[in-house]
């Protein structure tokens, strides 16, 4: 599926998402320009959520709070986190892991990153090439052994092979190759396998 496609999948798929997924209001106009050109669609429908029973926020644009896209990258630098200046955050993870979208042209459509807390130069994985694989493979996975999954696994199509009932009997190399063909390889840890900025920079071009 091209990302265009998985836009699509998603949009219809979070106007009748599970309980556990809460949305903000629509973004505003004025706050709207804050919002990396790629999250755009998605902030026209919400202004930030809370996906998953709270396992993913994502941010509001703008506001008071910390966490919000347009303080989060810098508060977050200023607290000794290595985020790279081409990263902004929009997300937070359960373990506190905070997600960003690398903004410069890149050869990948709106590559996301995934910044442990590690408080060093190295310290991000990249995690898919676009916003939209990004979320396809976190609702997928979520809701992998769930009431939700067979409902996830027909939105988005994915084969047989890969409906499993538990993640960790899933072939992760035949996931990526079916779900993010153009990622160079499965998302490392950021503890075990970081990168720093200008790994990054290379892998990204």
């Not at 130069?121 to 939209?132: D, G, N």
């Not at 079916?178 to 790994?199: F, K, Q, S, T, V």
């Amino acid at each position: 599926m091209t990302d265009a496609q998985i836009q699509d999948r998603l949009r219809s798929y979070f106007r009748d998402s599970p309980e556990e997924d809460e949305f903000g209001p629509p973004c505003r106009d004025a706050d709207l320009r804050i919002v990396p050109p790629p999250l755009r669609w998605f902030y026209k429908r919400a202004d930030g959520a809370s996906l998953f029973g709270g396992d993913l926020l994502l941010f509001p644009a703008a506001g008071v709070d910390d966490g919000t896209i347009e303080r989060a990258s810098e508060l977050a630098r200023q607290a000794d986190w290595h985020v790279p200046k081409e990263v902004t955050l929009f997300a937070k993870e359960a373990g506190d892991e905070v997600v960003g979208v690398w903004t410069p042209q890149s050869k990948f459509p709106s590559p996301i990153v995934l910044t442990g807390l590690v408080f060093k130069p190295a310290a991000h994985v990249l995690l898919a090439t676009s916003f939209e694989r990004y979320l396809m493979t976190r609702i997928v996975w979520e809701y992998t052994g769930t009431e939700f999954a067979a409902d996830a696994f027909d939105v988005f199509k994915v084969p047989k092979e890969l409906r499993i009932d538990d993640l960790e009997s899933l072939d992760g190399e035949a996931w990526f190759q079916w779900a993010d063909p153009a990622l160079p390889a499965p998302p490392g840890d950021p503890y075990r396998d970081p990168l720093n900025a200008e790994e990054l920079r290379a892998l990204l071009g």
